[in-house]
């Protein structure tokens, strides 16, 4: 009988022990409005496709039961589905374990923090809570790491649901993929080819008359120098510039090498007239006009250059002579003039070679000419490169491209030199460009293609082959591109760098990748999530004629971070004529969010 009754004791005390115990989880769930939640951000943002919820948490006096353990567990709910964040343990006094301890007389705070993936559906979407709380004798020899655990605990008691940050800001999603820059590779037509060609006419000691029967001037070298430069008179080609410079050898009395330097100079100045005259007269009577009509008046520009000491000594350094480190010292030794003169006269006689090898060929004058090339004139390209490509040269055509800014004739152009010279990388790279500019990417993929099989690796290719990619959302490949891009050098790949760093979520470097460019979209995107909005509206302001629906949006939530509303009517107004699918982006934009209840928002986007 007294064992029945002690059974029948101590079953009423457990008992009471669990109606203390739902009791008291009960009251902290009727309570649980008191509890305080801080989010930061509030609404969340979105960066570098991760979101960051950080939460302070503050608890008031005797609200938590001495004896409670609660899963604190965040959810992100959206159309579709729902990402749990980490759990975060809070427990009262007289429990044991890890987690945050509150103090049921003083209250508390607890931080948490997690990060989770960005998934598109997060546009719209509600941070919320419903922590469950347990007493921990409850949950003896188990395992309790998560809300669902703790769900099974007996006697459990969900809080109830609070609601901790409504929506999430995505503007940095809003990346304009169809405006990276493309890279145009250059042409490398000259507006002026300078074609040198130096004459040679050599000299008998102590002479400074022609003559052409001189061993020297008799060597094919010569000869030839002298015979292209008739061919080149008979050309007609117009000449830049003319020097002629006459030398004397160095072994000699000064005064009289000098003399000698001056009449040969003379004298080679006398042939290069006559020698062009002549040709004029056989051109003019080939073109039938008179010689007057086509002579080119060029006044040459003539040095007489004394004494020839410096090829004197870099020529004896190149002989074979054995002695020849000794003679230029003994030579060089002598710091007077006439002493050295002597001196060379002197090894003459003892080194034959000298005398017949090193000293002659300094008794010359050359006459330098520069020819210009003859070239068409700019309205001759422009016009051949649309009606007969394939009379134009490679470097032409595609200069011609750099003469029209009609984007439809450049496009044709491009694509005129991928027939005409389809061993060129350029034509292709620059067609496949102006087709990235259309959104044509079908057609930039194939001629892309085409030139990085002809140019592997090459910085502009590489660029376009980015650019492409970026359009087509395929973001590693873009990176890659870019990347080996920007090793190459390329400038256009450095800023289109600057999209990748936006959607990384680092806008620093986004600004500076970009902030060599003006009034464009991407910069100011870049500006506004750096958190600097009057830059960005400056940008996109610059912008005039390529301003968009895009641009007008992003002008709107500019002006909605600045609390200017009447900026956001007029910038959204804009947006959204030239594009009304952005009614419905607008709608749910929770940077439009405080004037959701607003008559005239509402308007704009009805």
């Not at 040269?393 to 389809?422: C, G, M, R, W």
């Not at 082959?465 to 873009?478: H, K, Q, R, T, Y």
Request: aromatic content about 6%; some cysteine; glycine content about 6%.
């Amino acid at each position: 009988m007294k064992k029945v009754q002690i059974l029948g004791v101590a079953a009423i005390l457990a008992m009471g022990m669990m109606f203390s115990s739902c009791e008291s989880l009960k009251n902290m769930a009727k309570n649980h409005a008191t509890v305080k939640y801080e989010v930061k951000p509030n609404p969340l943002e979105m960066h570098g496709d991760k979101v960051k919820v950080s939460v302070e948490g503050t608890i008031p006096q005797k609200y938590f039961w001495v004896n409670a353990v609660v899963v604190f567990q965040p959810v992100l709910k959206y159309e579709g589905g729902q990402t749990e964040l980490k759990p975060f343990i809070l427990r009262g006094l007289k429990t044991q374990g890890q987690g945050t301890m509150i103090n049921n007389k003083t209250g508390g705070k607890f931080s948490y923090s997690d990060e989770v993936a960005f998934v598109p559906q997060m546009e719209e979407c509600q941070l919320v809570v419903n922590p469950v709380g347990y007493a921990e004798k409850k949950a003896a020899g188990m395992e309790i790491a998560n809300r669902t655990q703790a769900e099974g605990v007996k006697g459990n008691v969900p809080l109830g649901e609070r609601s901790m940050a409504p929506g999430m800001v995505i503007t940095s999603t809003r990346i304009d993929k169809n405006h990276s820059k493309v890279a145009i590779a250059p042409d490398k037509y000259e507006k002026e080819t300078v074609i040198p060609h130096t004459a040679l006419i050599y000299y008998l000691v102590d002479t400074y008359n022609l003559n052409w029967n001189l061993p020297l001037n008799k060597k094919p070298e010569a000869k030839a120098s002298i015979k292209t430069l008739d061919s080149l008179f008979n050309t007609g080609m117009e000449m830049k510039a003319v020097n002629i410079r006459a030398w004397a050898s160095p072994e000699g009395e000064e005064s009289r090498n000098q003399n000698l330097s001056d009449n040969r100079a003379k004298t080679s100045e006398k042939y290069f007239s006559s020698a062009y005259d002549k040709a004029v007269k056989a051109l003019a009577k080939k073109m039938k006009v008179k010689p007057a009509s086509i002579k080119q008046d060029i006044k040459p520009n003539v040095e007489s250059m004394g004494e020839d000491w410096d090829k004197f000594i870099a020529d004896l350094r190149a002989s074979d002579i054995a002695d020849k480190n000794t003679i230029i010292n003994v030579i060089s030794s002598h710091k007077d003039r006439e002493a050295r003169e002597q001196e060379i006269r002197n090894m003459t006689v003892i080194y034959k070679e000298i005398e017949d090898n090193i000293l002659p060929p300094l008794r010359r004058a050359e006459i330098k000419v520069d020819f210009l090339e003859p070239k068409k004139t700019d309205e001759e390209i422009a016009e051949l490169s649309l009606t007969e490509p394939s009379a134009l040269k490679l470097e032409e055509l595609l200069y011609a491209a750099t003469l029209t800014e009609d984007k439809d004739n450049q496009l044709k152009i491009y694509l005129s030199a991928t027939e005409v010279y389809p061993e060129d990388f350029r034509g292709f790279n620059n067609a496949a460009a102006l087709y990235i500019e259309r959104q044509d990417y079908a057609s930039a993929q194939s001629l892309l293609d085409a030139a990085n099989g002809l140019q592997p690796g090459e910085g502009h290719v590489l660029n376009n082959m980015g650019a492409l990619a970026i359009a087509n959302s395929d973001f590693e490949n873009a990176r890659t591109h870019f990347e080996n891009s920007i090793a190459t050098g390329n400038p256009e790949a450095a800023f289109n760098m600057g999209m990748l760093n936006i959607k990384d979520g680092e806008y620093g470097k986004a600004v500076s990748a970009m902030g060599g460019e003006k009034c464009v979209y991407n910069l100011a995107l870049g500006q506004l999530m750096n958190g600097d909005v009057a830059a960005a509206k400056a940008t996109l302001n610059c912008m005039d004629s390529l301003m968009d629906a895009d641009a007008y949006y992003l002008l709107a939530v500019c002006a909605a971070r600045e609390g200017n509303k009447a900026e956001v009517i007029q910038h959204l107004n804009k947006a959204v004529a030239e594009k009304p699918a952005l009614k419905n982006q607008a709608r749910k934009d929770v940077e439009f969010m405080v004037l959701r209840e607003d008559a005239e928002f509402q308007n704009a986007i009805r």
